[in-house]
């Protein structure tokens, strides 16, 4: 069935250094590819996201390039701060899927050191 | 500013019990979410909804129903809830038929013993 691969399950990195998040999805339909972040006790915020025909995007320190021929799309973070502390979720969606709802990665816990 | 309201975050039932809980929208968003978050195994949908009255199965619905009678609110119902139900429970609202970014609530957390 459809699925989303996400890698790394965790991340450490020291402050100002760079972090990036893959993922691969199987359904080769899918054109929605949005990624969320989760900071502890708080609700998922989606934080960027890119659609099938563009690929990649770019919002400050965070970009989101896409492959479609390989099906995979990564987050990219620069000068990582520790506020940058949180659980990422990478997504996909399929145009058959009814209402917008999406498939969820299973998540990347990032730790940023100062 | 956008608010998806859960009525509980905190609840302890036990085995058994029938279990309501409720989200409310203030965007009036068509679709409507209940996805289920555990450590490691990211956000898995239960139901959703694109109307009112109109429900369909996610990926794990087995154990749990929803309600949306009204286009603000949609409920997650578990008849007899089980100890593997134990979990945090977010609720997520989202405008129109296009994918678009989804809002969530705060989550609640049903511990069952």
């Keep these: 069935g459809e699925n989303v691969e996400q890698h790394p399950s965790t991340l450490s990195v020291q402050e100002g250094d760079s972090a990036v998040i893959k993922c691969t999805y199987s359904d080769s339909a899918s054109n929605y590819f ?38 995979h799309f990564s987050l990219h973070i620069t000068e990582t ?34 | 500013d956008v608010k998806v309201t859960q009525s509980s975050r905190y609840l302890v039932k036990r085995t058994g019990e029938k279990v309501f809980l409720e989200c409310v929208q203030d965007m009036d968003h068509e679709n409507m979410f209940w996805y289920r978050q555990d450590p490691g195994l990211g956000l898995r949908l239960i139901y959703f ?18 309600s949306r009678e009204k286009k603000e609110r949609f409920s997650l119902i578990l008849e007899s809830a089980s100890t593997n139900q134990t979990s945090m429970y977010l609720c997520a609202s989202s405008p129109g038929l ?14 069952v013993l």
Excluded: H
């Design chain 2, 49 to 66: 909804s694109y109307d009112v009255k109109m429900k369909e199965k996610g990926d794990i619905p087995e154990g749990y129903s929803v």
């Design chain 2, 98 to 111: 296009v994918a678009r970014e989804l809002f969530f609530g705060e989550g609640s957390r049903l511990t």
């Design chain 1, 34 to 71: 949005p990624w969320y972040k989760q900071e502890l006790g708080k609700r998922p915020q989606l934080i960027i996201d890119i659609r099938s025909n563009v690929g990649e995007k770019k919002d400050q320190r965070i970009a989101v390039t896409l492959n479609k021929t390989a099906k």
């Design chain 1, 81 to 114: 701060q520790p506020e940058d502390s949180a659980v990422y979720f990478c997504a996909c969606k399929s145009p058959w899927r009814k209402g917008g709802n999406l498939i969820f990665g299973k998540g990347t816990k990032l730790s940023v050191k100062p």
